[in-house]
């Protein structure tokens, strides 16, 4: 073979090495960004069962404005993207309480050691992601 021949080929596989690291580097920030989107929607539903049980008489197994007795269902508390744990339900201005969910993912945060966690704020009529730590 020529040089240039060789020139080429060695060229190619470069550009290939290239391709191949960015390719990885752009799944795993995709990974990340998708495990954070499932645990929002999953946190979202813990959220919405823990407001239809602050609505819900007691005569009916709800919390009668409260959210006091109500627990994560055994299905959301571990799932594929996420831990789920739920603070102790905290009284805020009068009779309307909050309650604070923490969600801990199954993917590795910013610094590439921990995972990263989601903290969401339920009250009355809000839900609220109020934090994201180590993405």
Same mark, same amino acid.
């Given at each position: %073979?020529?040089?240039?021949?060789?020139?080429?080929?060695?060229?190619?596989?470069?550009?290939?090495?290239? $391709?191949?690291?960015?390719?990885? @580097?752009? /799944? !795993?920030?995709? =990974? &990340?960004? #998708?495990?954070?989107? #499932?645990?929002?929607?999953?946190? !979202?539903?813990?959220?919405? %069962?823990?407001?239809?049980?602050?609505? &819900?008489?007691? $005569?009916?197994?709800?919390?009668?404005? =409260?959210? !006091?007795?109500?627990? +994560?269902?055994?299905?959301?508390?571990?799932? #594929?993207? %996420?831990?789920?744990?739920?603070?102790?339900?905290?009284?805020?201005?009068? $009779?309307?309480?909050?309650? !604070?969910?923490?969600?801990?993912?199954?993917?590795?945060?910013?610094?590439?050691?921990?995972?990263?966690?989601?903290?969401? &704020?339920?009250? &009355?009529?809000? +839900?609220?992601?109020?934090? /994201?730590? @180590?993405?």
């Amino acid at each position: %073979m020529g040089q240039q021949q060789l020139l080429l080929i060695v060229l190619g596989v470069i550009i290939v090495g290239i $391709a191949v690291v960015v390719g990885i @580097n752009v /799944f !795993t920030a995709s =990974s &990340k960004n #998708a495990n954070r989107d #499932a645990i929002i929607a999953d946190l !979202t539903t813990v959220a919405a %069962m823990a407001q239809q049980h602050f609505r &819900k008489p007691t $005569a009916m197994g709800g919390g009668g404005n =409260s959210f !006091t007795g109500f627990t +994560i269902p055994s299905t959301l508390r571990q799932t #594929a993207n %996420m831990s789920a744990a739920m603070a102790n339900p905290t009284i805020v201005a009068g $009779a309307n309480g909050s309650i !604070t969910f923490t969600a801990t993912s199954t993917e590795t945060g910013a610094d590439g050691a921990q995972p990263f966690t989601v903290t969401m &704020k339920v009250s &009355k009529n809000q +839900i609220d992601t109020t934090t /994201f730590s @180590n993405f």
